[in-house]
């Protein structure tokens, strides 16, 4: 077969010719033989008209107020809870059971039903709509934020006698964070001022409200009429949306019964109420407010026992009748139950296993260098060889050592002023004066001198740290290779790469990760609402099975009055991993609060003791370490928890000296994401000793040649805004040769950058009766 002419590499190409429109057989050419996966076939597209545009308006504005309508209707009636109303005064000296017995009273065919736990219900068959109301402990900051968590309204109750005191404006300060449900403000003891002053002062009122809900008016509760006209604003007010909760099923336990098993060490424990939010699955886990999470066994249904449609007759006959309907909904099944296991056991076999040479060994050998360990007198090599050594690095090496060094000269300071003021003393004579008032040590009682001590350490520190950010002084008795093996260079912090699965901790090896949060979330929350059936205000029972006797009986005697809020668990919520949320300091307090410090937080429903780590609340790949989370500031929280799906709200609290709690920062679920780079950085400063042109002599940023060559690779910055590099050692006390992109300035300052990742500590404590509190109460028995 004879080969058909190619042409070479020197042919000429002619241009083409310009056309508009391409053939058939250049479109051919150009497709090479490609064929569409899919054709898409355009259809004409109707044109409405003038009259279709309308009507076609006016069907979706319909369906829009039908579906409002629908809602409101529902919420209170017959076939719903009724509206749960959660009455905070706003004064510690109001008394709130004038208010409710003002709403007893208020209509004629009221049904008015109490619960043993304080719960009060009331019917109006003229509204055909029921209300609950709860009234939390006053001076109880969790017992108020575990009933703002699952009311739809809370009534906010002032006197135009009293002024809003102090726990008044905290009760606002915690609802306003956590989520406000759905704010009714009412003013009792109009009807006492003067006539002639009933005015002005309601509007005093309403402008002290108005700082914390400027769209409310404030409502007068004084006669029957104003408790009819309170509960009709109720009925008929928008509802805010309170995301978090909304996405789960939760309910108030109006009835709490424990019975405790054969074996005596644990029980079952029943909660009754009403259902809200979305189903309840009996295969999932519930977590009741200071309790913990459980498992249940089944769910009973009940007959509704707070109707409207009856007399209050017939209410109580039925009430007091024993033959209740009790109806099994759903039982557990033991092959598809959420087990209560929340960390990963790791296998410490379960890594690559390589066996070391011979060579490799005797190497090792000859590298091996003795360490000096410090031993009590007589003791022998092997007693000795017991003594652990902690191989942990404390990640505030340069911090520790700087406050030694602080320390150190603190005290030289103390121990000269003591002796200059003991000379003082001498040469004066000693007076007797009478004293009015409270004596020196009367007061210094109520002073603790080393926590003064520890606070201004603490402040000196911030300050240092907002004037000087992230400087570190080079160490002149330890070689700064070794002093910062963990360290390293980048070239960009904003583009260079790091492997976020490198030098992992050990305790990264217990917690759970998503190969995507975001897709799971939404697939857990379609499935949530697509597979169960609705059980949205039916009155039902939870088992709630192995719950400790003694935990039962000390969380009892320590809340005897306080109603259990119970949370449905989404899938996976109880499994352990890095939870990361976005804070923002209140105004409380204008304390720093340092990195790994102890608080208190509250995300969603769940409430914890953690050690948290801060960073940057930045876009990117790596977020900055910050030392301390300063006042007026908005930062990111890292830290061990169980996982939850967000939308959550986020409250943090530290607890003072005397117990007292203070809201210090508020904000929101940010991700549960164990890849978040967190990098800490360091910068070693240098001053020029020579410039010229562009190359200059640096000294004091290295103390050794071994040092400088060792950092050589690393990128230099000045704070004029030059770069440069290391270009080679000169002596043997540190000073460097470097070379920049311009001439230096003899005031300027060169700088080195190193960074390393931060990991949080594994502190995690979940903030309900401990064991130490059950063996407490045991002791006392």
């Known amino acids: 077969m004879q080969q058909a002419h190619r042409p070479g590499n020197l042919k000429q190409s002619n241009k083409t010719h310009k056309s508009k429109h391409r053939s058939k057989r250049g479109i051919a050419a150009a497709v090479k033989g ?25 069907q979706i504005r319909k369906n829009k107020r039908d579906d409002v309508l629908a809602k409101k209707r529902a919420l209170g009636g017959t076939r719903n809870p009724p509206f749960l109303v959660c009455v905070v005064p706003l004064n510690r000296q109001l008394d709130v059971q004038s208010a409710l017995a003002i709403l007893k009273t208020c209509s004629e065919g009221a049904i008015v039903t109490q619960v043993q736990n304080g719960i009060m219900h009331l019917g109006l068959p003229n509204f055909k709509q029921r209300f609950s109301f709860i009234a939390p402990e006053i001076e109880n900051d969790f017992a108020l934020l575990d009933s703002l968590k699952i009311v739809d309204t809370v009534l906010f109750v002032c006197s135009a006698l009293e002024p809003i005191d102090d726990w008044g404006e905290k009760a606002l300060a915690l609802a306003m964070a956590q989520g406000m449900p759905t704010p009714v403000v009412v003013a009792m003891d109009i009807e006492g001022v003067n006539p002639k002053k009933r005015t002005s002062e309601k509007q005093n009122v309403q402008k002290l409200v108005s700082k914390w809900l400027p769209e409310e008016k404030v409502m007068q509760l004084d006669k029957s009429s104003d408790g009819l006209n309170l509960l009709r604003r109720i009925g008929n007010q928008k509802r805010n949306v309170i995301h978090h909760r909304e996405k789960r099923p939760y309910m108030l336990a109006e009835e709490v019964e424990y019975v405790p098993d054969e074996d005596g060490q644990s029980g079952t424990l029943k909660l009754t109420g009403y259902l809200r939010g979305m189903p309840l699955n009996v295969n999932g886990l519930v977590h009741i407010s200071g309790l913990g999470d459980f498992q249940m066994s089944r769910i009973d249904g009940h007959d509704d026992p707070h109707p409207i449609n009856i007399a209050k007759d017939t209410k109580a006959n039925s009430m007091d009748s024993e033959t209740v309907k009790v109806t099994i909904l759903q039982t557990a099944d033991p092959a598809k139950q959420e087990t209560l296991v929340s960390e990963n056991i790791p296998d410490p076999m379960d890594a690559e296993q390589t066996w070391p040479t011979e060579e490799e060994i005797e190497e090792a050998n000859k590298q091996t260098k003795k360490r000096v360990k410090k031993v009590p007198k007589g003791w022998s090599d092997y007693q000795a060889a017991w003594i652990v050594e902690s191989d942990a690095e404390d990640e505030d090496d340069s911090e520790v050592s700087e406050d030694a060094e602080n320390d150190d000269d603190f005290m030289s300071c103390e121990e000269s002023n003591s002796e200059h003021d003991n000379e003082e003393i001498n040469d004066f004579e000693s007076v007797t004066e009478s004293v009015i008032g409270p004596t020196d040590e009367k007061y210094d009682e109520t002073i603790d001198a080393h926590e003064e001590h520890e606070m201004l350490k603490k402040l000196a520190a911030a300050r240092e740290d907002q004037q000087f950010p992230d400087e570190v002084d080079t160490p002149q008795d330890l070689p700064a290779r070794e002093r910062f093996n963990r360290y390293r260079g980048l070239e960009s912090f904003r583009t260079s790469s790091w492997d976020p699965k490198e030098n992992l901790p050990a305790d990264y090896a217990r917690i759970f990760q998503f190969e995507n949060y975001d897709r799971t979330r939404k697939r857990v929350f379609k499935e949530l609402e697509d597979s169960l059936e609705n059980m949205y205000g039916v009155y039902i029972t939870i088992h709630v099975t192995n719950v400790r006797q003694d935990l039962w009986k000390v969380f009892k005697s320590a809340n005897p009055n306080t109603s259990l809020s119970v949370f449905g668990l989404l899938p996976h919520e109880n499994k352990m991993s890095v939870m990361n949320v976005v804070l923002k300091r209140t105004g409380a307090s204008e304390e720093p609060i340092q990195s790994k410090e102890r608080l208190i937080f509250q995300v969603g429903y769940r409430r914890f003791i953690v050690n948290p780590i801060f960073s940057q609340h930045t876009n990117g790949s790596k977020h900055k370490y910050e030392r301390f989370f300063q006042p007026a500031s908005t930062c990111v929280a890292t ?25 210090v920062a508020s904000g929101v679920l940010l991700s549960c994401n164990p890849d978040r780079l967190i990098v800490k950085r360091i910068i070693l400063s240098g001053h020029p000793y020579k410039v010229h042109t562009k190359s200059a002599v640096i000294r004091f940023m290295f103390f050794s040649r071994e040092d400088v060559l060792y950092f050589k690779p690393c990128k230099l910055r000045t704070k004029y805004g030059r770069t440069g590099h290391i270009k080679e050692p000169l002596g043997t006390h540190g000073h460097m040769k470097c070379v920049f992109d311009g001439q230096l300035k003899s005031q300027d300052t060169v700088l080195l950058n190193l960074y390393k990742r931060m990991f949080p500590k594994w502190n995690y404590e979940n903030c309900i009766v401990t064991d130490r509190d059950c063996k407490a109460s045991d002791m006392m028995e």
Do not use: G
Not at 36 to 57: I, T
Not at 642 to 650: D, E, G, H, L, W
């Open 34 to 58: 490609k064929v569409n996966l899919k054709e898409y076939v355009r259809r004409n597209r109707h044109e409405l008209k003038r009259d279709e545009r309308r009507h076609q308006a006016k």
């Open 639 to 663: 830290f061990y928890a169980p996982i939850q799906f967000s939308p959550s709200s986020v409250l943090c609290f530290k607890e003072k000296r005397n117990t007292n709690l203070q809201l």
